[in-house]
């Protein structure tokens, strides 16, 4: 969420010497996560007016002009532009050299240098308003088109275009995790109220709403109160809508609000101060009231975006007489909300079940800035403040406009919040013997009452924090703590006494694998989420028949959790793919299967998925067959390194995602196939996007890592004289696979090495020339060459008449 400092200026006085970097200290340490602030003028450094006194042709393109520019202390500059709309003293915006503009309102920012144009020289760039990212502040303009700012109240050449604007201001990006359980902060009044607590000044009220004498009810029918707690309809004409004043087009826009019009905009504005989102129907399409009730099986809306939803009885609308008009607390409809001929508006400022908006946006995949709000859970005295803070609005903007009924949905105060607690056991959490006059003083800026009586403290708590966000002893210990500041809290580690230690095998297993894939084999973790999209499933092969629905996805494509842990490694290096020319990745995570041998019922009845641990690696790189035998050289490696049994590999079932010659599975003892590893398909890689190279991948199921028992572990000495390394390149049957070579010769030496493998006419058909290094010697003393010519001799003997080969001259 992006805070403007400004405007919460206008809530509460803050500190003169305030730094940003204190502020955002403070802000992190006792109420939410700041994770960077920027200036928007700072973003138009070397940006000024600049006034054009020359208009005259390029003498070497005749969409060019060269343009003799006033850049105030910067005296006149030469610029060549190609805008359509140049003339003689037009005040423009003109990007100087060592500023920063987005060419044609594309890509990231590039620095503005002197440089020539077509032979002519030019000293910087006259702008459009997207080179600049202004769109959202001055009509959009045609392509050729140059951003005029002669008519703008004050401009005059040299004026820095950030000073001219009015951008000067510190926005903040809070962290919107930490505001989640915050309902109260999703508004600058709100956060202005942490302030003034965190300061200690005083927080300014909003302006109340004066409801007048006589006023007409509303046609206003609720359903069902549990689905709308409250809902406050207020009727306003004599409305002329248009575009807003500059200021609030400027506010919306550094915050990341796009501008519409007056109406709407204020709407916005509303929502942004208070953190209640709203909506404004046009009285004349909306009939004669308005109705909040379940949507009906089949019935269609149509959004403001134009998006059309089949709706059904777990979504809750606005509706009027006739139909669906809005989807509540989400988004309006398309014919029903603001037109530019607008003169009267239905106000809708309502409160609504959270856990139905939420599910209502997933459901569909909207995500609105209404919906983050309304999903957390508000309070109903905030639609108070945003209705009185409307009608001031329109004091100021459309002084003509008048309220002529008006409907409210409540019709008494909600029942006060109070928790109860001990001050002995508040005093022992905190590990401080505050007084209940201390506690009084820290809560009291946040809105909170206390009453002590004895050990009891009951604590009143503010209408704003008592929807669900505050309701225990602990969370009073919370508030309390954070207004001390946790900084000031001195560190006492826990007493602990160390008993036997608990052997977990299964996580020292899970351990040596990360461990060995990230230092040994040279892999890099990545961390990634349980479910992936329908789309890398599918092209995988994984029907969503054995997959795992989750009944409330993050996006209808991510609907179903991991069977395998390929589709999601594959997302992963997708992501990376346009970054890096080869990589190695991996993951360790569980699947859910639908059925297996060790599923077992919940306490409730339910039959859970397996969760089966898997172990994911992945090669990304140029060459395929070099990524190849680098996974299986992981896959012969581990054995020894994890001290677990060696792997059997054979080709037994093609995986769907694998190329149809480069694979091998990984079987378990009952010839189970318990992992794969294998080259990526040529239809996998058209299918995903991967143009930039080739893929191994690796999957193995924790169940196929059997640990050799110590019993059975067999070591062996370093040798006590020296060794002989001897090379063998050998002509043999290309059927011959090193594994057969090394089950025959194993026994025989004490290493053996593959080195290459070579084709070619002159070997032959069905041909291949291998070479390997065997290491071999006596653990008595140190070998003849008498004894070393032997040695060779029985391998080649062995070579020869076991396996078919012959020595290559």
Not at 518 to 540: D, H
Not at 745 to 772: A, C, N, P, Q, W
Request: proline share 6%; with cysteine; charged share 25%.
């Amino acid at each position: 969420m992006l805070v403007s400092l400004n405007w919460l200026k206008e809530y509460t006085e803050l500190p003169e010497d305030l730094t940003m970097e204190q502020l955002a200290y403070d802000l992190t340490m006792r109420t939410v996560e700041v994770e960077g602030w920027r200036n928007p003028a700072h973003d138009l450094d070397k940006v000024v007016v600049g006034k054009i006194l020359e208009v005259n042709p390029h003498p070497n393109a005749d969409k060019l002009r060269i343009c003799q520019v006033d850049a105030g202390d910067s005296g006149v500059l030469q610029i060549v532009c190609g805008g359509t709309n140049l003339y003689v003293g037009e005040l423009i915006a003109l990007a100087m050299e060592g500023s920063f503009v987005r060419w044609h309102g594309e890509g990231e920012p590039v620095e503005i240098k002197d440089s020539k144009l077509r032979g002519v020289e030019s000293r910087g760039m006259i702008c459009a308003s997207a080179e600049l990212s202004l769109e959202g502040l001055f009509p959009a303009e045609e392509d050729g088109i140059i951003l005029d700012l002669t008519e703008f109240p004050g401009a005059k050449a040299g004026q820095p275009i950030g000073e001219l604007l009015g951008l000067e201001d510190w926005i903040l990006e809070i962290d919107n995790k930490s505001l989640t359980n915050r309902p109260d902060l999703w508004g600058h009044y709100g956060l202005a109220r942490e302030l003034a607590a965190i300061y200690g000044t005083e927080l300014k009220p909003l302006p109340e709403f004066e409801k007048p004498e006589g006023l007409e009810g509303y046609a206003l029918k609720i359903e069902d109160p549990a689905d709308c707690p409250r809902f406050n309809a207020s009727v306003w004409t004599g409305l002329e809508n248009g575009p807003s004043p500059f200021e609030l087009q400027r506010t919306l826009h550094v915050l990341g609000l796009s501008v519409h019009n007056l109406l709407v905009d204020l709407s916005n504005y509303l929502m942004l101060a208070t953190g209640q989102p709203n909506h404004a129907y046009d009285r004349s399409k909306v009939g004669e009231g308005i109705q909040v009730r379940r949507a009906k099986t089949g019935e269609k809306l149509t959004l403001l975006d134009d998006t059309e939803l089949t709706l059904g009885p777990d979504s809750l609308v606005i509706a009027n007489d006739q139909e669906a008009i809005g989807l509540a607390g989400i988004k309006g409809g398309k014919e029903d909300s603001i037109y530019a001929d607008t003169s009267a508006v239905v106000l809708e400022i309502a409160n609504f079940n959270p856990g139905l908006v939420r599910h209502t946006a997933q459901k569909y995949d909207i995500h609105t800035d209404a919906a983050s709000r309304n999903e957390k859970g508000l309070d109903t005295a905030r639609i108070d403040q945003t209705l009185g803070l409307w009608q001031d609005l329109l004091r100021t903007y459309q002084p003509q406009a008048k309220i002529v009924a008006y409907e409210d949905t409540q019709k008494a105060e909600p029942n006060p919040l109070t928790v109860t607690c001990s001050l002995q056991r508040v005093r022992d959490r905190l590990g401080k013997a505050l007084s209940p006059e201390e506690m009084q003083k820290l809560l009291a800026p946040l809105g909170f009452s206390l009453k002590a009586t004895g050990d009891k403290l009951e604590v009143g708590v503010p209408a704003w924090r008592a929807t669900g966000d505050v309701g225990l002893e602990a969370d009073i210990v919370e508030e309390l703590a954070r207004m001390m500041g946790y900084e000031n809290f001195t560190s006492i580690p826990p007493q602990i006494t160390l008993d036997s230690a608990v052997v977990e095998n299964r996580y020292d297993l899970d351990r040596e694998v990360r461990e060995f894939l990230a230092y040994r084999a040279g892999f890099r973790e990545v961390i990634l989420y349980p479910w992936t999209s329908v789309e890398y499933q599918k092209v995988c092969g994984l029907p969503n028949a054995q997959s795992v629905a989750i009944s409330s996805p993050p996006s209808p494509e991510e609907r179903y959790l991991n069977v395998s842990l390929v589709p999601a490694l594959l997302k992963a290096a997708k992501d990376n793919e346009r970054y890096y020319p080869e990589f190695a990745i991996f993951t360790c995570s569980q699947v859910f299967l639908q059925s297996g041998p060790e599923k077992q019922p919940s306490a409730h009845g339910e039959l859970l998925p397996d969760t089966p641990m898997h172990m994911a690696a992945l090669a990304f790189g140029q060459d395929a067959w070099s990524l190849f035998r680098r996974l299986k050289g992981v896959l012969e490696a581990m054995p020894r390194a994890l001290r677990i049994q060696d792997f059997r590999l054979e080709q037994k079932l093609k995986p769907a995602w694998a190329d149809p010659e480069a694979y091998v599975n990984i079987l378990g003892a009952n010839d189970e196939i318990l992992g794969n590893m294998a080259l990526l398909s040529a239809f996998a890689k058209t299918e995903l996007g991967f143009k930039r190279g080739d893929l191994a991948i690796l999957e193995l199921d924790y169940r196929a890592i059997q640990k050799v028992l110590p019993d059975a572990q067999n070591y062996q000495d370093l040798p006590h004289f020296p060794l002989v390394d001897m090379d063998f390149s050998i002509i043999c049957p290309e059927d011959l696979s090193w594994a057969k070579i090394e089950q025959f010769l194993s026994k025989k030496v004490r290493h053996l090495e593959f080195i290459d493998e070579y084709r070619s006419e002159k070997i032959g058909e069905g041909k291949k020339s291998l070479t390997f290094r065997a290491q071999f010697g006596k653990e008595d003393g140190t070998m003849t060459a008498e004894e070393i010519e032997a040695k060779r001799k029985a391998l080649l003997n062995t070579l020869t008449h076991a396996l078919g080969a012959e020595l290559r001259e």
